[in-house]
């Protein structure tokens, strides 16, 4: 048993983020990394220092995770708070930002390991905000995207799929010390060897050009 306080309170960020101490632990991000490969997402987890973070999570970062778990602890719903470049706060733009950065796995992990520790299935939230003025904001739900009870019936969004995806390579990895490199995103052919044949793009198979020096061509 680790002798590691469970919790994240007065923690500055650079060790929230960084630190020693929590290279044992699975956030969201790390998740998210083996997406990228498991031998990715285990080289940055021992080796967090090497790997830049965000200025907002650099500046607000353990911050924002201490509201979250009081909301967590006294409430009834998980909320996380993104602030977007972006020009307008409407649906497809939404979409489109928790799809690019993955919003939607990281809300599927707060509500799974919530529900493992309390039983009980919370609703997410986001709250988005524009970086700029005016600093417009909306209130998202995430209950199309991650976990959703609806009649006694936990749903599963696309990104709840993902997750538990995620989650079963990170125990997988783990519990038998495999951290295989990108490879492992090809399906193995002929005597189980994994080589990429990719496909090519629309736009260079309909790719033309001519050399008009060339009147044979």
């Not at 983020?17 to 998740?31: A, M, N, P, V, Y």
């Not at 509500?111 to 998202?140: I, L, N, S």
């Not at 749903?155 to 989650?167: D, Q, R, V, Y």
Request: hydrophobic share 40%.
């Amino acid at each position: 048993m680790s002798n590691i306080e469970d919790t994240i309170y007065n923690l500055p960020n650079d060790e929230y983020h960084k630190g020693e101490r929590f290279k044992d632990f699975l956030s969201s991000t790390q998740i998210k990394d083996y997406m990228v490969s498991p031998k990715f997402a285990r080289y940055k987890a021992l080796h967090p220092e090497m790997f830049e973070i965000s200025i907002e999570a650099s500046e607000k970062g353990s911050l924002y995770h201490d509201a979250m778990e009081s909301l967590v602890n006294t409430g009834t719903l998980d909320k996380d708070w993104k602030t977007l470049a972006v020009d307008d706060l409407h649906e497809e733009t939404v979409n489109r930002t928790i799809a690019k950065f993955h919003y939607g796995i990281s809300a599927a992990f707060y509500q799974f390991f919530e529900h493992e520790r309390t039983g009980v299935w919370k609703e997410f939230y986001w709250v988005m905000q524009q970086k700029t003025a005016p600093y417009d904001a909306v209130f998202v739900s995430a209950a199309n995207w991650a976990f959703h009870l609806e009649d006694g019936i936990v749903k599963m969004g696309a990104s709840a799929l993902a997750f538990k995806k995620l989650l079963d390579q990170h125990v997988y990895c783990t519990q038998n010390n495999d951290f295989d490199g990108a490879q492992i995103f090809i399906q193995p052919g002929f005597k189980g060897r994994r080589i990429m044949v990719p496909d090519t793009p629309a736009f260079e198979k309909n790719k033309m050009f001519n050399f008009y020096n060339n009147q044979e061509q």
